[in-house]
Structure formats: C-alpha cells, structure tokens
Nanobody
Framework: QVQLAESGGGLVQFGGSLRLSCAASGSIFRIASMGWHRQAPGKPREWVTTITNDDTTNYSDSVKGRFTISRDKVKNMAYLQMNNLTPEDTAVYFC???????????????WGQGIQVTVSS
C-alpha cells in the first residue's frame, strides 16, 4: 500500500499564501505522477494540478498562474504553493498519486485524507 499524508493547511486571509506538502510512504516502486484535487462545501471534487515523473505540470484554469506544484523525487514529496488566495479556494485539498507498488504491479491511484484550506474575505 501507498500512504499519502498532507500538511500545511489552515486559515489564511484573502490574497495570502499557503504551502501544502504531501508525503508518500509505504510500498513504493515508482511514482508516475502526483497532484492535488480539492472539494469545496456542497460541490464535487475537482482536479487542481498534476506533476508527472518527467516534471510536466498541468493546472486547472481556476488556479493557473497562482498555484505552483513541485516535487522532491528523493523524498517522495509533492508541494503546492498557493498564492493570491481567494475565498473561492476554500476547500479540502486531497493529495493523490498514480504509483506502482512493485515492478509487476499495475499503476493505480492513491489518495490522502485531505487537509482543510480556508480563505477569509
């Protein structure tokens, strides 16, 4: 199994910044990608950003230019730097990874428990 643990969430004012971290641990042979989804109250979970093993990044239009994803392959960590936050960014943020537990195992998704980010107006 692959476990993901998010940290760095909390309360921030409009226009402020936060940095989320995601630590992957457990039985990891290869991480194909890491990223973040989020779920605001009363809304479906939405994809935010992904970084692949070759460091290709993609962002949803709602965060492009404000959020930056990065990765430490040695530590199996992913980071999400969030700038110019607005109340619309308030959500539970979930780290995810597409990973492989062994050479013959399929690549499959894993999710963290989620961490709250609240932006006050």
């Amino acid at each position: 199994q692959v476990q993901l643990a998010e940290s760095g969430g909390g309360l921030v004012q409009f226009g402020g910044s936060l940095r989320l971290s995601c630590a992957a641990s457990g039985s990891i042979f290869r991480i194909a990608s890491m990223g973040w989804h989020r779920q605001a109250p009363g809304k479906p979970r939405e994809w935010v950003t992904t970084i692949t093993n070759d460091d290709t990044t993609n962002y949803s239009d709602s965060v492009k230019g404000r959020f930056t994803i990065s990765r430490d392959k040695v530590k199996n960590m992913a980071y999400l730097q969030m700038n110019n936050l607005t109340p619309e960014d308030t959500a539970v943020y979930f780290c995810f990874t597409q990973s492989q537990e062994s050479p013959l195992a399929p690549i499959r998704p894993y999710w963290g428990q989620g961490i709250q980010v609240t932006v006050s107006s």
